[in-house]
Antibody, heavy 116, light 107 residues
């Protein structure tokens, strides 16, 4: 069955960096667009970035453009999100999701807290 | 960006009730509208795609309708496990955007 498992979240100071990972299994990872989506506690969902199966097509939300980098390693069935210049407003649970016209499979999420 | 608006942030209902949740897009999105359910502490789960198609494994008491700018998610007979927050999401254009959610609470 499809499984997505995020890791790498934690507490980081403002201005710091963090790298999130998402391990995928149960589907052909290299054929799938993948996205990162975040959710501030008690709030709604915000799409952050997506990457095509080959990695050639990438798009970011304006709120993270220039600070976050999405990447993937198809040999390892893994998705990544490198986050730099983190702000308090980036504090959220970050989900990876398989994406096309829908987000049909989601991981359990990893919490990123940006605080001094 | 296309704005998605769910008119009610919460509603109260009882087990067995018919529940309707609405979502409006700031411009026409044809039928590129998806619905997700999120239970507390869990990841969202896809319920409906393409405005009215039921995702595999989702109970038939869930249904979706609408096209253009106005959409509806209906739960025909609310069950205890349906108390959750429901989000609409447009996949017509990038960036894909979500509504702010409607929480279905126990009356």
């Amino acid at each position: 069955q499809v499984q997505l498992v995020e890791s790498g979240g934690g507490l980081v100071k403002p201005g710091g960096s963090l790298r999130l990972s998402c391990a995928a299994s149960g589907f052909t990872f290299s054929d799938s667009y993948m996205s990162w989506i975040r959710q501030v506690a008690g709030k709604g969902l915000e799409w952050v970035a997506h990457i095509s199966g080959s990695g050639n097509s990438i798009l970011y939300a304006d709120s993270v453009k220039g600070r976050f980098t999405i990447s993937r390693d198809n040999a390892k069935n893994s998705l990544y999100l490198q986050m730099k210049s983190l702000r308090a407003g980036d504090t959220a649970v970050y989900y990876c999701a398989r994406s096309s016209r829908t987000f049909d499979y989601w991981g359990q999420g990893t919490l990123v807290t940006v605080s001094s | 960006d296309i704005q998605m608006t769910q008119s009610r942030s919460s509603l109260s209902a009882s087990v067995g009730d018919r529940v309707t949740i609405t979502c409006r897009a700031s411009q026409s999105i044809s039928s590129y509208l998806n619905w997700y359910q999120q239970q507390p502490g869990r990841a969202p789960k896809l319920l409906i795609y393409g405005a009215s198609s039921l995702q595999d494994g989702v109970p038939s008491r869930f249904s979706g309708s609408g096209s253009g700018t106005d959409f509806t998610l209906t739960i025909s007979s609310l069950q205890p496990e349906d108390f959750a927050t429901y989000y609409c999401q447009q996949s017509y254009s990038l960036p894909q955007t979500f509504g702010q959610g409607t929480k279905v609470e126990i009356k």
